[in-house]
């Protein structure tokens, strides 16, 4: 499984991105997909999850900023991230889990800075 992340970059405090992840497989209905991030020096952290059947969880400090998607048509997931803060800039990785077998996309660069 590849999984391949889009979307990153630099944007002012109080903005949106959207970032997206293809999976060079279907990934319905095997596989739970997630975003991590890790800043610098710190550990990764689960940013949002979503099962194969729609249900989603959130980290506390994204909870009514961002939301997790997925189209199974297109085998991508998404991101759409709002009201954006310096703290969530990091570096932003795909996840895709099936039972014990976890892969990961290589990560998107998100900085946001004034």
């Known amino acids: 499984v590849q999984l391949q992340a889009f979307g990153g970059g630099l944007v002012q405090p109080g903005g949106s991105l959207r970032l997206s992840c293809a999976a060079s497989?279907?990934?319905?209905?095997?596989?739970?997909m997630a975003w991590y991030r890790q800043a610098p020096g710190k550990e990764r952290e689960l940013v949002a999850g979503i099962s194969s059947g729609g249900r989603t969880n959130y980290a506390d400090s994204v909870k009514g900023r961002f939301t997790i998607s997925r189209d199974n048509g297109k085998n991508t997931v998404y991101v759409q991230m709002n009201s954006l803060a310096p703290e969530d800039t990091a570096a932003y990785y795909c996840?895709?889990?099936?039972?014990?077998?976890?892969?990961w996309g290589q990560g998107t660069l998100v900085t946001v800075s004034s």
């Open positions: 497989v279907q990934i319905y209905p095997k596989y739970a």
């Open positions: 996840n895709a889990r099936c039972g014990s077998a976890v892969y």
